[in-house]
């Protein structure tokens, strides 16, 4: 049984940008749909990015408060960032602990990765787990960021999700997987 469902790929006919920019690209394609129609395609191009769920050795979750432009509020996040060129997820992660946040972590776990808004977006985010976390810096955030950090107590978590505090998806799919892992039924899965 194909429930993937192949035949409902579509075919890239052609490519044009729209916009080429510092970390996004747009371009539309056009493309050949099972039947034969054809229609085109708005597609964000996003290199990736990678998402940390650090829990310290309190239980709790570390994370961060930043202004975010295009939501026009502050919201309250894990710490994240963008792939850069040749540096694996791993490293990314790494990276973007230390300068968001000043932690190392001794313990590094992939838990899996999506795709946020396939939709449009061809952005892929690798979550990774953090502990066993250590101050190394002060953070060293992009000038360009301002960048609060607080650490929240799992038990606060669903409250928080539910009153709308945490509003962003990498943060809530993180913060879920935090609070199954601590339940009875991740352990039948």
Request: net charge negative; aromatic share 8%; hydrophobic share 40%.
């Given at each position: ?30 493309v050949k749909m099972h039947g ?43 710490p994240a960032g963008k792939l ?96 199954l892992q601590r339940t009875e ?5």
């Amino acid at each position: 049984m194909d429930i993937i469902g192949d035949y409902l790929k579509e075919e890239t006919l052609s490519t044009s940008y729209l916009y080429r920019g510092r970390i996004i690209n747009v371009r539309q394609d056009r493309v050949k749909m099972h039947g034969g129609q054809t229609a085109f395609r708005e597609i964000v191009e996003h290199p990736g990015a990678v998402a940390i769920l650090a829990l310290n050795d309190q239980g709790e979750a570390v994370l961060v408060r930043q202004h975010r432009q295009p939501t026009g509020e502050i919201l309250l996040e894990i710490p994240a960032g963008k792939l850069e060129a040749n540096e694996t997820p791993l490293e990314c992660a790494q990276r973007e602990l230390l300068e968001e946040t000043g932690l190392k972590s001794a313990q590094w776990s992939e838990l899996c990765s999506f795709y946020p808004s396939p939709g449009f977006c061809n952005e892929i985010i690798y979550l990774f787990q953090a502990e066993t976390l250590t101050e190394a810096v002060s953070p060293t955030a992009d000038p360009e960021e301002k960048i609060a950090v607080i650490d929240v107590p799992l038990p606060k978590i669903w409250e928080m999700i539910t009153n709308g505090q945490i509003r962003d998806g990498k943060t809530i799919i993180a913060l879920q997987y935090a609070l199954l892992q601590r339940t009875e039924i991740y352990h039948f899965i």
